[in-house]
């Protein structure tokens, strides 16, 4: 079983930066894809960014150039340094790790984080 836990969210103005982190635990991180997630109001959950175990990453093209991933496997933490945020950056924002120690695909959710970008 893996935990995870997101936080670094809050309140910032339009043009402002946060960081966001996800611990998790378990001793297979390292091989894990980890993803973060967001959702706004009445709207679908979207992928924002993931990182894969050899460090690859993906970002949604509505973020590219201004949101960076990262991970350091020694502390079980992936990053997501958010920057020149805007207002449509606004949304509950999800840890999700895809394990597949086991051979087959698990996938675990953090509970989310809060980010609100004022105008």
């Known amino acids: 079983q893996v935990q995870l836990v997101e936080s670094g969210g809050g309140l910032v103005q339009a043009g402002g930066s946060l960081r966001l982190s996800c611990a998790a635990s378990?001793?297979?991180?390292?091989?894990?894809?980890i993803g973060w997630y967001r959702q706004a109001p009445e709207k679908q959950r979207e992928l924002v960014a993931y990182?894969?175990?050899?460090?690859?990453?993906n970002y949604a093209d509505s973020v590219k150039g201004r949101f960076t991933i990262s991970r350091d496997n020694a502390k079980n933490t992936v990053y997501l340094r958010m920057s020149d945020l805007k207002p449509d950056d606004t949304a509950v924002y999800y840890c999700?790790?895809?394990?597949?120690?086991?051979?087959?695909?698990?996938?675990?959710w953090g509970q989310g984080t809060q980010v609100t970008v004022s105008s």
């Open positions: 999700n790790a895809e394990d597949t120690s086991r051979g087959y695909y698990t996938y675990y």
């Open positions: 378990g001793s297979t991180f390292s091989i894990m894809r």
């Open positions: 990182i894969s175990s050899g460090g690859s990453t």
